[in-house]
C-alpha cells in the first residue's frame, strides 16, 4: 500500500523534508517495533518508556520499521528511487521513527532528517559537508510527492521484513552470468580519510556499503578530493562539477557541428589534445589556488570528455556503414567500460604512491597519446593517401559546363 498527500506551492524558492506514517496505532493490540540496525542486528521497543516529547529516528538497516501484534504486523519503508536527494556522505541518517503518543497510542514511519551527520562520528576524518546538505526542490505551480509504502502481512515481523525486501531485491543489484556490476563517480576522498584513519589499508565504511549493494567495481572521482585538498571550498568544488557537467553535454552538439564542418579525425585529434591540457590547467590552477582558472578548466576538461562520444558515434558510421552500425557502436563504445576498469585504479596506485600531480600528468599524457593515435585513423580498406581497395581507379570530378 502506498499512502502520500501530494502538495504544491506557487512559493518561489522552497524546499522541503517531510516525515510520513500512521498514527493512533494501539500499544496493545501491536506493542512491538522492531527493526535492524546497521550492523545487521535485531532490535525491538516494546513501548514500555515515558510518552516521547519528538519522534524517535531510528537508524535502520534497509529503511524498514516494523510493528507487530498477535494479528500479523505492518512495515513502513520509503520509495526506493524518489526519497533520497543528492549527498556528499553515504551514511544512514535515520530515515524511520516511532512516536509513544500516550499510554495506549503511538505512531512510525519514515523521515527525512535535519541535516548530515558530524563527520568525526562516522569516520569522515577532518572534512566537514554538513553545509552542504540537499532538500528536495518544489519550484512553483509543481505537484510534490510525498508517498511512503506500507506492506500489510498476517504474519510476524520477520517474515513481513523479507516480503518487503523482496520489492528491492534486498537492496542489492541483480547480478547478471558474465558480468559484474559497476558503480561509478562518487566523491569519497578515499586516500586522504586513509591516510587520516591510519594508512592505506585501513577499510573505509564506503567499500563496506557498496558491497553490501551487490557492487563490485568502485569507481571514484580524483578532481573532487583534489579540489578540497588544494583549500577551496565544497561550494566552489560542487560549482565545479556542475559546469563541467553543463559543458560535457552542452559541447556534445557543437562538437558535432565542427566535425561535420571541418572532418572527424581533426576533430578528434583537437578534442584529444585540448582534453590532455585541460588536465594539466585543472592541477596548475588547483596548486596555485586560483579558483577562477579551476573553474575554468574544469569547463574545458568537460568539453573535452563530453566531445568523444559523438565522435565516436559519428566514425564508426563513416568507417563501418550504417549496416549492424549499432553492434559496431556498441563494441567501440564498451571502451569506455576498460577505461573505467583500468583508470579508476591506476588512478588510486599513482596517487597512492606520487601524488596527484602525477595522475593529472598521466592523464594529459594519455590524451595526448591518443591525438597521435587519432593520426594513423583510416578507413578499413582505404589504402594510406589512396583509394579503397578493390575499387576501380576513376573518381568523379564536378566541372563547369561548357557551351
Known amino acids: 500500500m502506498v499512502s502520500g498527500h501530494p502538495c504544491k506551492t506557487n512559493e518561489p524558492w522552497?524546499?522541503?523534508?517531510?516525515?510520513?506514517?500512521?498514527?493512533?496505532?494501539?500499544?496493545?493490540?501491536?506493542?512491538?517495533?522492531?527493526?535492524?540496525?546497521?550492523?545487521?542486528?535485531?532490535?525491538?521497543?516494546?513501548?514500555?518508556?515515558?510518552?516521547?516529547?519528538?519522534?524517535?529516528?531510528?537508524?535502520?538497516?534497509?529503511?524498514?520499521?516494523?510493528?507487530?501484534?498477535?494479528?500479523?504486523s505492518i512495515a513502513a519503508f520509503p520509495p526506493p528511487h524518489r526519497f533520497f536527494t543528492a549527498r556528499e556522505l553515504e551514511y544512514n541518517l535515520g530515515y524511520n521513527f516511532y512516536r509513544k503518543d500516550s499510554d495506549t497510542t503511538f505512531a512510525f514511519g519514515v523521515r527525512h532528517a535535519e541535516g548530515e551527520e558530524d563527520p568525526t562520528f562516522v569516520g569522515r576524518g577532518p572534512e566537514d559537508v554538513r553545509q552542504n546538505f540537499a532538500l528536495h526542490s518544489a519550484r512553483p505551480g509543481t505537484w510534490q510527492q510525498m508517498p511512503v509504502f506500507f506492506y500489510i502481512s498476517a504474519d510476524s515481523a520477520q517474515p513481513a521484513a523479507e516480503s518487503a525486501l523482496a520489492f528491492t531485491r534486498n537492496d542489492r543489484y541483480k547480478a547478471l552470468p558474465g558480468y559484474k556490476v559497476m558503480a561509478t563517480h562518487f566523491h569519497t576522498s578515499m586516500v586522504s580519510r586513509m591516510k587520516a584513519l591510519g594508512g592505506l589499508d585501513v577499510n573505509l565504511p564506503d567499500l563496506d556499503v557498496m558491497k553490501a549493494a551487490g557492487v563490485n567495481i568502485f569507481g571514484i572521482s580524483a578532481q573532487v578530493p583534489f579540489g578540497k585538498e588544494m583549500g577551496f571550498a565544497g561550494g566552489i568544488v560542487a560549482l565545479a562539477m556542475s559546469l563541467k557537467a553543463v559543458i560535457n553535454g552542452a559541447g556534445r552538439g557543437v562538437i558535432g557541428w565542427i566535425s561535420d564542418r571541418y572532418g572527424r579525425r581533426q576533430t578528434?585529434?583537437?578534442?584529444?589534445?585540448?582534453?590532455?591540457?585541460?588536465?594539466?590547467?585543472?592541477?596548475?590552477?588547483?596548486?596555485?589556488?586560483?579558483?577562477?582558472?579551476?573553474?575554468?578548466?574544469?569547463?574545458?576538461s568537460g568539453f573535452g570528455g563530453g566531445a568523444i562520444f559523438p565522435l565516436f558515434a559519428a566514425l564508426t558510421a563513416d568507417y563501418f556503414g550504417e549496416n549492424n552500425n549499432a553492434s559496431n557502436y556498441g563494441l567501440v563504445y564498451s571502451s569506455k567500460l576498460v577505461s573505467g576498469i583500468v583508470g579508476a585504479g591506476l588512478g588510486k596506485l599513482v596517487i597512492d604512491g606520487w601524488g596527484y600531480g602525477a595522475a593529472f600528468y598521466l592523464a594529459a599524457g594519455t590524451s595526448l597519446l591518443a591525438a597521435g593515435l587519432a593520426l594513423f585513423l583510416r578507413q578499413p580498406g582505404r589504402k594510406p593517401g589512396g583509394m579503397r581497395s578493390g575499387l576501380a581507379e576513376t573518381e568523379l570530378v564536378a566541372r563547369p559546363a561548357t557551351g
Open 268 to 300: 578528434l585529434l583537437l578534442v584529444c589534445v585540448v582534453l590532455g591540457l585541460a588536465q594539466v590547467a585543472v592541477y596548475l590552477s588547483g596548486s596555485i589556488g586560483s579558483m577562477p582558472l579551476f573553474l575554468l578548466a574544469s569547463m574545458v
Open 14 to 72: 522552497v524546499a522541503y523534508k517531510y516525515e510520513a506514517g500512521l498514527k493512533g496505532l494501539s500499544t496493545t493490540v501491536m506493542p512491538h517495533v522492531t527493526w535492524h540496525n546497521t550492523g545487521g542486528q535485531p532490535m525491538q521497543y516494546l513501548f514500555g518508556g515515558p510518552v516521547n516529547d519528538a519522534i524517535v529516528p531510528l537508524k535502520a538497516a534497509n529503511r524498514l520499521v516494523i510493528v507487530e501484534g498477535q494479528g500479523g
